[in-house]
């Protein structure tokens, strides 16, 4: 029996190792195809290749992907990937500056917020949307909810995802400007972020670099 059973098991790890490796490189096409797409829609339009220009940059010892956007060699924009710890857990943005700082949009890449409610960060900050946060540029102030003294409407019944949400902007911003500046393009000075959990009001400060 012991024998038999080990050797079930082993066919069972083959057989999955298998399927794993028939899947790994479609699923990483998958995953390259909705970052290209998403990269294509918050950025402006641009005739370079981001994805392959890829840069890195390191805010408090945290390292954001930079996608930089050109036309013509001028540079336009670009979009940066960034996390934050929502109500039901981490969720990663994709936010798109136009030269200036500006936000032009945003993709949501992937959370697990719960449905109906958090769920609704996909589009509550979207143009024209009730959160509207295109066109704000972190760098001349920092987006913070009405609740904060801020000028973004929360998410109805939200504000835990909606605070979560805006501090990954504002460091997908940081790590914009830390770019911009490694590349010479914009000045950076300190500003201190605050953002509070509304569950045990605790506040957390960090300081990261913005225009």
Do not use: C
């Not at 970052?35 to 408090?60: C, H, M, W, Y």
């Not at 704000?136 to 909810?145: A, I, K, W």
């Not at 501090?167 to 490694?182: D, F, M, P, R, W």
Request: proline letters at 3%.
């Amino acid at each position: 029996m012991l024998l038999v059973l080990t050797g079930v098991t082993a066919i069972s790890v083959a057989l999955l190792a298998y399927v794993n490796q028939l899947t790994q490189e479609p699923i990483a096409q998958a995953n390259a195809k909705t970052l290209s797409d998403a990269v294509g829609l918050v950025v402006p339009a641009f005739d370079n290749d981001p994805i392959a220009e890829k840069k890195t940059q390191e805010v408090n010892g945290v390292e954001y992907s930079v996608y930089p956007a050109t036309k013509n060699g001028v540079y336009i924009g670009a979009a940066v990937e960034a996390t934050a710890m929502g109500f039901g857990g981490e969720l990663k943005v994709l936010v798109g500056f136009d030269a200036e700082g500006k936000i032009v949009d945003y993709s949501l890449l992937s959370h697990v917020e719960t449905p109906g409610l958090g769920s609704k960060a996909s589009d509550w900050f979207k143009k024209d949307q009730r959160g509207d946060i295109t066109g704000m540029n972190p760098g001349e102030s920092l987006l913070t909810v009405i609740q904060d003294g801020g000028k973004v409407d929360a998410i109805t019944a939200s504000t835990i995802t909606t605070r979560a949400f805006l501090n990954a902007v504002n460091a997908a911003y940081a790590a914009y400007a830390g770019q911009n500046t490694s590349d010479g393009t914009t000045g950076a000075t300190q500003k201190n972020v605050e953002s509070t959990d509304s569950a045990d009001n605790t506040v957390a400060t960090d300081t990261i670099s913005v225009n």
